[in-house]
C-alpha cells in the first residue's frame, strides 16, 4: 500500500539554527498537506501543496512539493522556541480519499 | 480553535469492551475523517464519512465502525476492545467534494484499554 516516508525522526537544534524536514511517498501524489502537533496537543493544519515543483513561503517556514510529486520538504530558518512540535506531511494520491500521514519529524529546540 | 470538538477527552476500558466516541465537527464541513494516533506515530486513516456515508476506509477491521448524523456529527464504534486499540482518536472535519481540503482536527479522546 501506499506509503509517506519522513526524515530525521527526531532534530535536535539551538536556537537561531536552521531545520528541515524531508518527506517521501511511494506513489505519486495528488497534493501533500503539512501539519504541526504540539506536545500533548492536536495536528494543525499548516499548509497544502498541489502543483509540481511548488514552493510556498510562511514567513520564516519554506514548503516545497517535488517536480514527482512523491516528495516534498520544509524548511523552517532561525528556528525559536516555539516551532517545537512534530512535523507531519500527509498525501493523497490521485484515486483515494485517505489522507496518508508520515510519521512526522519531532523537532526539539534549545534557547 | 478549530470548533472541532469531541468527547470524552479520556476513557478506560477493558478489554472485550465496546466503546463508542463522539465528535462534532466545524460549522459548514460536511465531512468527518477519524484516526488512530499511537504514541509516537502519526495519524492513521480509520474511515471518513461524506454525507451520512463511509467514504473510504483504511487498513482497520470490521469492529470499527462508524456513524455520521445529518448535523454533520458523527461517532466511531469500536467493539471487542483490544489492548492494541490504546490510543489517541482524533477526528477531523473538512469541506470536502470540491478538492482536497485541509483537516481541522479536534483535541482527541485518549482511550485506554487494560
Known amino acids: 500500500g501506499q506509503q509517506v516516508m519522513q526524515i530525521p525522526q527526531y532534530q535536535h537544534v539551538q536556537e537561531g539554527e536552521d531545520f528541515t524536514t524531508y518527506c517521501n511517498s511511494s506513489?505519486?501524489?495528488?497534493?501533500i498537506q503539512w501539519y504541526k502537533q504540539r506536545p500533548g496537543g492536536h495536528p494543525v493544519f499548516l499548509i497544502q501543496?498541489?502543483?509540481?515543483?511548488e514552493v510556498k513561503k510562511q514567513k520564516r517556514l519554506t514548503f516545497q512539493f517535488g517536480e514527482a510529486k512523491k516528495n516534498s520538504s520544509l524548511h523552517i530558518t532561525a528556528t525559536q522556541t516555539t516551532d517545537v512540535g512534530t512535523y507531519f506531511c500527509?498525501?493523497?494520491?490521485?484515486?483515494?480519499?485517505?489522507?496518508?500521514f508520515g510519521k512526522g519529524t519531532t523537532l526539539s529546540v534549545s534557547s | 480553535e478549530t470548533g472541532v470538538t469531541q468527547s470524552p477527552t479520556h476513557l478506560i476500558k477493558t478489554r472485550g469492551q465496546q466503546v463508542t466516541l463522539r465528535c462534532s465537527s466545524q460549522?459548514?464541513?460536511?465531512?468527518v475523517s477519524w484516526y488512530q494516533q499511537a504514541l509516537g506515530q502519526g495519524p492513521q486513516f480509520i474511515f471518513q464519512?461524506?454525507?451520512?456515508?463511509?467514504?473510504g476506509r483504511g487498513n482497520f477491521p470490521p469492529r470499527f465502525s462508524g456513524l455520521q448524523f445529518p448535523n454533520y456529527s458523527s461517532e466511531l464504534n469500536v467493539n471487542a476492545l483490544e489492548l492494541d486499540d490504546s490510543a489517541l482518536y482524533l477526528c477531523?472535519?473538512?469541506?470536502?467534494?470540491?478538492?482536497?481540503?485541509?483537516?481541522?482536527f479536534g483535541p482527541g479522546t485518549r482511550l485506554t484499554v487494560t
Open positions: 500527509a498525501g493523497r494520491t490521485q484515486a483515494g480519499t485517505a489522507l496518508i
Open positions: 464519512y461524506y454525507r451520512e456515508e463511509e467514504n
Open positions: 477531523a472535519s473538512s469541506l470536502e467534494g470540491q478538492g482536497s481540503r485541509p483537516q481541522y
Open positions: 501543496l498541489v502543483k509540481s515543483g
Open positions: 506513489t505519486t501524489l495528488s497534493n
Open positions: 460549522s459548514g464541513h460536511n465531512t
